[in-house]
């Protein structure tokens, strides 16, 4: 028993010790992006960079406040740059950051998310984010799930698009279970068919909806992205 107990405490010894070993790495990083940051050459795209990047450290090291704020800075320069992936990017860590104002920035992401072409494992992650955080028996997350296969199906390709495709069909039955008690595969289809999670443009629609309201005031101007993107 004795034996047992000194490996427990080595264990948890190397455990700790691994901790610190990545806190103080993440801190170091942090010093690292702080002095880019003062650079008075650093172009725009460069701070946009690095200011991203270290809204992720902060909230690795644990301060979500702060993290917040300097996503949203993120965000907004992303809007101003054209750069709405990376705009997506910091309504995530605006989102993980579990700060007042992180729902509606959970739903300026997944705006962004449909409306712009980006990378499909980002917007997996943001949808998921929306799963999990909807009430179980909520239409909601079946809107939501049904919604990321289809976005998966169509944007991802090649090893990642399989990856996706299962990770969205899980998701799918993970819903289907918790808001209907449906397990087999022929019960989900139905499922699906019954509460019209085939339609895209209705489930479209129902999405708009569900992001109006969690996102009661917009931060940046949808019509201009949109216009982005629209055909001449």
Not at 110 to 132: I, N
Request: with cysteine.
């Amino acid at each position: 028993m004795s034996e047992f107990g000194q490996t427990r405490r080595l264990e948890d010894r190397l455990i700790d010790d691994a901790a610190a070993a990545g806190q103080s790495a993440q801190q170091q990083r942090r010093l690292t992006l702080e002095k880019e940051l003062r650079r008075p050459d650093l172009k725009d795209s460069e701070r946009l960079d690095a200011q991203l990047e270290l809204s992720r450290v902060l909230l690795d090291l644990g301060e979500s406040e702060t993290a917040f704020t300097m996503a949203r800075e993120v965000l907004d320069a992303g809007i101003r740059a054209e750069r709405y992936e990376d705009a997506a990017s910091a309504c995530q860590v605006m989102y993980l950051s579990e700060q007042p104002e992180s729902t509606p920035a959970l739903g300026h992401g997944l705006w962004l998310a449909l409306a712009c072409p980006m990378d499909p494992d980002l917007t997996w992650q943001l949808f998921r984010h929306l799963v999990e955080e909807t009430p179980a028996h909520s239409d909601g997350a079946a809107v939501a799930a049904m919604l990321a296969y289809f976005l998966m199906d169509k944007r991802a390709t090649g090893a990642e698009r399989d990856r996706l495709i299962f990770l969205a069909r899980q998701q799918v039955a993970e819903v289907a279970e918790r808001h209907r008690g449906i397990t087999d595969e022929e019960a989900i289809g139905i499922w699906v068919q019954m509460h019209d999670l085939d339609d895209v443009d209705m489930l479209l629609e129902r999405m708009a909806r569900i992001l109006d309201t969690i996102t009661p005031d917009w931060w940046f101007d949808r019509e201009a992205v949109r216009a982005r993107f629209s055909p001449d």
